[in-house]
């Protein structure tokens, strides 16, 4: 059994991903990052710096993702229900994006993202909601994509997408209404979901975009999450046969 997974393992890290992702017709991953919490409490340190260590893992794979030739990522940093949070870890977090985002423009040349931060942005704050609106302004003609679900909701996202389509007088809609006035509206839906720390649900994300997506569960804590659980998951994916309700 050992000696099963560690060849595993080797096929994996010979791989060359750019192939797999190329021929899996691989665009899109979106990451539920779960379990930052749990690694911390694991360690008796307070689950403030399993966000913190949380941050290095997404830059990791965030990385890896750009190595691997994947267009777009999508991660979900903070849910409209991640406020009912204890009131110091929520302001932790808002630290930390906060941190993250300044990070992202100084780093914008070797980084080559194009951000885009999904959800409401005025409950953030006037400051980090102008932060946010630079960066996505600053970015704006770098090549790959990366999202960042920062309070959002699924539901709350496809209500609001109706209620601007009854704004703009419509009496009848479309699916491709609703895709359209998204916050995803400039990124194809997610080929794959990816989420760490043991969990099988998608915690109110991308609800609409998630009709066809493989789904895929590891129970590595994200702060852990490195580029061989990143590997079996494209790799999984890759033999996953999408029918699209076809046969
Ligand atoms: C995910 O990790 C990060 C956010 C929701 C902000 P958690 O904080 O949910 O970690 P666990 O699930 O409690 O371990
Ligand atoms: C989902 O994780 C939200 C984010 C990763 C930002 P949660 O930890 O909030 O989800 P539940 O509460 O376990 O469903
Ligand atoms: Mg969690």
């Not at 890290?13 to 899109?28: E, F, G």
């Not at 996202?157 to 109706?162: K, T």
Request: glycine residues 6%; negative net charge; hydrophobic residues 35%.
């Amino acid at each position: 059994m050992l000696f099963k997974k560690k060849n595993t393992e080797i096929d994996l890290s010979s791989l060359d991903m750019k192939k797999v992702v190329s021929d899996a017709k691989l665009q899109h991953i979106a990451f539920i990052m779960d379990g930052n919490g749990r690694w911390a409490q694991n360690r008796g340190l307070p689950r403030e710096a399993g966000h913190k260590v949380g941050v290095e893992a997404f830059r990791r794979i965030a990385n890896k993702c750009k190595e691997y030739g994947i267009g777009t990522i999508t991660i979900y940093a903070f849910s409209t229900e991640n406020w009912a949070r204890p009131k110091n870890e929520v302001n932790e977090i808002m630290r930390l994006l906060d941190k993250y985002i300044s990070e992202a423009e100084k780093e914008d040349a070797e980084n080559r993202s194009q951000y885009h931060v999904l959800g409401d942005k005025e409950r953030l704050g006037a400051d980090l909601k102008a932060k946010c609106e630079y960066l996505e302004d600053f970015t704006k003609d770098n090549p790959y994509v990366v999202n960042i679900a920062l309070n959002y909701g699924g539901r709350d996202e496809i209500v609001r997408a109706a209620n601007r389509l009854i704004a703009e007088g419509k009496t009848e809609i479309t699916e491709e209404d609703i895709s359209s006035n998204l916050f995803t509206s400039h990124s194809p839906d997610p080929d794959l979901i990816v989420r760490s720390g043991g969990e099988y649900r998608l915690s109110n994300f991308l609800m609409w975009q998630s009709a066809y997506s493989e789904l895929y569960f590891c129970d590595t804590l994200w702060p852990d999450m490195d580029d061989m659980d990143l590997r079996k998951a494209i790799v999984e994916f890759s033999k996953r046969k999408r029918r699209f309700g076809g046969i």
